[in-house]
């Protein structure tokens, strides 16, 4: 079965760097990957999709990469500010037939110092 | 739209009661999943519903656990003879479609079996 690696320890960073995270899968190549971020207390809260054959996606100040060679996505956020201190997960298909089910990553916590 | 709803936000509850929980997904939503969070980890997915059809159960969930969408809209997850280990975030999600979109979360009920 599928299985997804997320740094457990927490990011640490100043304000203004790039943060990088790092997603890793074990199995088969998804279609797809997903990056949720999750508030302390709140549900968790969708990001940017990335297909397969899609190389990197931007959005405002994030940016996803999905390599299939190395089983891996990382996930950017430049010119980073306290307010994106938050846990970060990283989600594939359950499956190869994609019923849009999801298995999800634990998540690894960034904290933005001012 | 007003996003996904579930209530109650928290529950405190006695070993061997039984409990249910209440989500109420985006209303053009067809798709409707649970999860179970605890700390430090991510979501697990317990069920989904295509309409009001229960499409897959994980094989990690006791018989104790069992949800409804009676008429496609609203769902229920109840918890038979709470056990201590039943303490968790219960994540209720919608999306649109059945392939490759993102899920939308509530924020959750908070279990805690005492």
Same mark, same amino acid.
């Given at each position: !079965? ?70 891996? !996505? ?5 010119? !980073? ?15 190869? !037939? ?17 | ?15 061997? +009661? ?84 993102? +899920? ?11």
């Amino acid at each position: !079965s599928q299985k997804i690696e997320q740094n457990s320890e927490a990011l640490n960073i100043q304000e203004g760097k790039t943060a990088t995270l790092t997603c890793n899968y074990t199995n088969y190549s998804p279609a797809y990957l997903q990056w949720y971020r999750q508030d302390p207390g709140r549900g968790p809260v969708f990001l940017l999709l990335i297909r397969e054959n899609e190389k990197e996606k931007r959005k405002e100040r994030l940016k996803v990469t999905f390599d299939t060679t190395l089983k891996q !996505s990382l996930f950017h956020i430049t010119a !980073s500010q306290p307010a994106d201190s938050a846990t970060y997960l990283c989600a594939l298909p359950s499956d190869p !037939s994609n019923t849009g089910k999801l298995i999800f990553g634990q998540g690894t916590t960034l904290q933005v110092k001012p | 739209d007003t996003g996904v709803s579930q209530n109650p936000r928290h529950k405190i509850t006695k070993r061997g +009661q039984n409990v249910t929980f209440r989500c109420d997904p985006i209303s053009e939503h067809n798709r409707l999943y649970w999860y179970r969070q605890t700390l430090g980890q991510g979501p697990e997915f317990l069920t989904y519903f295509q309409n009001e059809a229960q499409l897959e159960k994980s094989r990690l969930l006791s018989d104790r656990f069992s949800a409804e969408r009676p008429k496609g809209s609203f769902s229920t997850l109840e918890i038979q003879r709470t056990e201590q280990g039943d303490s968790a975030m219960y994540l209720c999600a919608s999306s649109s479609g059945t392939g490759v979109y993102e +899920q939308y979360f509530g924020p959750g009920t908070r279990l805690t079996v005492t």
